[in-house]
């Protein structure tokens, strides 16, 4: 299917926190049968333990590849996956048709860090971002792209229609981004999102966003821009399973409260006006019964329960300020969001003829 390609953006030369090695090219890719086309669209996937379902996504990009007009590549970032997905997506890149690239990150950074290593060394002028997993299905991709090329949109998101997940999962998804919804970004979509593709000049501004512990989700609508939103119905998971786990949700949710929102303040400044209003009211009500001699003996149990709650809510207190302090403290040290270990091209083969 071909895409209408409207007034493409100028280049931009991507500035972010992830710092490329010299090039590393893969001798068994360099043939004489294959050639690098200008890319116009890039998919973006982070790799960690989806060894089997690489074979079936590289076949459906490939496939949409040929479809596409214009040129197409995908970026396989490897985020320090423990199974083989390295060794297959090497064995199986050069003789699949599809021009890709493909990054080693040193170790596992975690899913954001590994796409933003993928936007980096991107080449299209719009660029998707998939899971490997393929819950989301490769058409969406092209949908997206759609979108797009349009020249309206500077950012399409995948938006759920329904989802074939177990019910305890949709439900715990469904509670987690209606919390998101409501005290973190309320324009992200209600299912949250999955997957997403952005025009050159939102990859060049969101590389330059050198933020650590945050949601790239939560840069990408930080940044604003004209969204479009494509809905799609999220599939079964075909093999493997998920390693989105209640530990990472909770991580998550944590890094988007603290970069996105003064919430934690907010609760925190609305208990100490409660405690300060509750105790104006407790310390009439004790100076009254005083007054009137209805004071006996002063308790020992009140008293250290209060102490106890004080010293609770200090410690609190002291816990929320403490997480902005460290935040602000990791994003002074520059580090990079990962560091590549390996970045090997593989041109798309072309027929010989003579």
């Known amino acids: 299917m071909s895409f209408a390609s409207s007034d493409l953006m100028a280049r931009h030369e991507a500035a972010g926190p992830v710092v490329l090695p010299q090039q590393r090219i893969d001798p068994k890719v360099a043939r004489p049968a294959s050639a690098e086309v200008a890319v116009t669209y890039t998919v973006v996937v982070p ?12 076949s459906r990009l490939a496939t949409l590849s040929h ?72 058409s969406l991709v092209e949908d997206i792209f759609r979108e797009l090329s349009t020249g309206e949109y500077d950012v399409a998101v995948g938006v759920r229609t329904a989802r074939q997940d177990p ?28 997957m997403f593709g952005c025009t050159r000049q939102v990859v060049t501004e969101l590389l330059q966003l050198q933020e650590s512990n945050t949601s790239l989700i939560g840069l990408l609508y930080w940044l604003g821009f004209r969204r ?21 949700k909770l991580r998550y949710m944590n890094d988007s409260i603290f970069s996105f929102t003064d919430l934690p ?17 407790a310390g009439v009500a004790v100076f009254a019964a005083w007054a009137s001699g209805n004071v006996q003996v002063a308790g020992y149990t009140p008293l250290m329960l209060v102490l106890f709650l004080l010293c609770s809510l200090i410690l ?15 994003n002074s040290k520059g580090r990079p969001g990962a560091v590549p270990m390996h970045h090997e091209r593989f041109p798309a083969l072309v027929a010989n003829h003579g």
């Open 47 to 58: 790799v960690y333990g989806n060894e089997a379902t690489i074979p079936a996504l590289i």
């Open 67 to 138: 479809e596409i007009d214009g040129g197409f590549e995908a970026v396989f970032v490897v985020d320090g996956s423990p199974d083989g997905s390295l060794l297959l997506l090497r064995r199986l890149l050069p003789d699949s048709g599809l021009q890709s690239q493909l990054v080693t990150l040193s170790r596992n950074y975690g899913s954001f860090a590994a796409v933003r290593a993928g936007l980096a060394v991107a080449q299209g002028e719009y660029v998707a971002v998939m899971a490997a997993d393929l819950q989301e299905p490769v």
């Open 167 to 194: 019910a305890m999962s949709s439900t715990a998804s469904r509670a987690f981004w209606a919390f998101y919804r409501r005290y973190v970004q309320k324009d992200l979509p209600a299912g949250g999102v999955d």
């Open 228 to 248: 479009a939103e494509v809905p799609y119905e999220r599939q079964e998971r075909e093999e493997g399973k998920s390693g989105w786990t209640l530990k990472k």
């Open 265 to 281: 303040i907010t609760l925190l400044i609305t208990a100490g006006l409660c405690g300060v209003v509750g105790s104006l009211c």
């Open 316 to 330: 609190l207190a002291l816990g929320i300020v403490g997480s902005y302090v460290w935040r602000t403290y990791e």
